[in-house]
């Protein structure tokens, strides 16, 4: 048993679902995350700190290596008069901050063509831009906006731990058939309710990718961020795609190993499996399918450049200058201390390096091989 009825969203949830019956995974965690009310993502975004951090909260220098290889990517580009830089998912400008600051003081040929797109569908998250970007918009650098821009000439569009977010349908392996698991009532209470595919993308989207479940194995398909992935690639006429998120190729992903899938819900730094626990009050992620994300790039013309850990990434675009970016000027030894400490947090296999991995994809750049994608 669940206690959803005991949050706003889930007597929302109860009261639409008893009205109208079952909805699919994807549709409830669409609610959970991102209703304008009562979502996750629409939450003030400092209490997310309860329940778990990312890259750009570490250090300083996981925007700065980012800038340096946006930079890198501008000069594939041929050093185009404007490049335009879209983040999506910026939330409040941390991240964008981090890699116009950097940009401005170390790249300023860069910076000049620099056009800098924090998108964020939260509106009070996209408020903060104001302040956080300030003198990068005053200076014509930057700039808020709620969706990808429909079209861009040249530049990057990237996220950081965005497309494990977006909603995901739940698929069960029943009498060698594909069933979905739908979110249904128990009395006042959320449960799971197995019956037929909600779409037929869903049987394409595992025959496609010769994806064969296990009897009784259940699986995530994640066609949001196929489709995130697909409209990026349309709206970008040449130049790169980085995706930094945790997930594996499908024949991985969908193996013996992941029987029960990847879905997890995290409360307070714990993840659990109770999905109606707390509707819109817990984070809902699953991992991201990479052989996916290629296909749906390809459909707009773009192909692989690369797929390496974040450990990997990180290291090979700070070790051409010793991680020299992670100091500001005037620390004392022991803030230097404290900060090589912090790259090790997001560097090592125990701490954020293995769990995260950089995929790009290009198009229409003659050289994409860039630094962050060399081997160590």
């Keep these: 048993m669940n206690a959803a009825t005991q949050t706003p969203l889930g007597k929302i949830l109860v009261a639409r679902i008893r009205e109208r019956g079952p909805i699919t995974f994807a549709g409830y965690m669409a609610e959970c995350l991102y209703h304008p009310q009562h979502g996750y993502y629409s939450r003030a975004e400092c209490k997310r700190f309860a329940d778990y951090y990312t890259s750009v909260d570490v250090h300083p220098i996981f925007g700065r290596l980012l800038a340096r290889q946006l930079a890198e990517m501008w000069e594939r580009c041929g050093r185009p008069a404007e490049f ?5 998912g910026a939330g409040v400008g941390r991240l964008a901050a981090h890699i116009l600051d950097f940009a401005a003081r170390e790249f300023p040929g860069f910076y000049s063509a620099l056009r800098y797109i924090a998108v964020e569908q939260s509106a009070a998250r996209r408020a903060a831009h104001a302040s956080a970007l300030a003198a990068h918009i005053a200076a014509g650098r930057a700039c808020s906006a709620a969706d990808l821009p429909a079209s861009i000439p040249v530049g990057c569009i990237f996220s950081n731990e965005l497309l ?3 909603p995901v349908h739940r698929l069960l392996c029943e009498h060698g058939e594909l069933r979905e698991i739908y979110v249904g009532l128990n009395g006042q209470s959320l449960c799971d309710q ?3 595919l909600s779409s037929p993308l869903l049987e394409e989207y595992f025959s496609e990718q010769e994806i064969v479940l296990l009897e009784g194995q259940q699986a995530e398909a994640s066609l949001a961020a196929a489709a995130w992935m697909e409209n ?9 795609i980085l995706s930094i998120d945790y997930g594996r190729e499908a024949r991985e992903l969908y193996d013996e190993r992941h029987l029960r899938g990847t879905l997890l819900a995290y409360t307070r730094h714990r993840a659990g499996e109770d999905f109606y626990a707390a509707p819109g009050e817990q984070d809902l992620t699953a991992h991201i399918n990479f052989t996916a994300l290629d296909r749906a790039a390809a459909r707009g013309g773009f192909s692989r450049a690369g797929l390496v850990s974040q450990s990997s990434f990180l290291l090979s675009l700070g070790r051409a200058n010793e991680f020299a970016d992670l100091y500001d000027e005037g620390q004392s030894e022991t803030e230097r201390i404290r900060s090589r400490l ?3 947090t997001l560097i090592f296999p125990e701490g954020m390096g293995e769990q995260f991995s950089v995929l790009i994809h290009s198009k229409g750049v003659s050289d994409a091989s860039l630094t962050g994608l060399a081997p160590l």
Excluded: H, S
Aim: some cysteine; charged content about 15%; overall charge neutral.
């Design 164 to 166: 494990d977010a977006l």
């Design 342 to 344: 912090l790259l090790k």
């Design 232 to 240: 990026a690639a349309q709206c970008l006429g040449r130049g790169f």
């Design 84 to 88: 335009i830089v879209v983040e999506a």
């Design 194 to 196: 197995v019956g037929p």
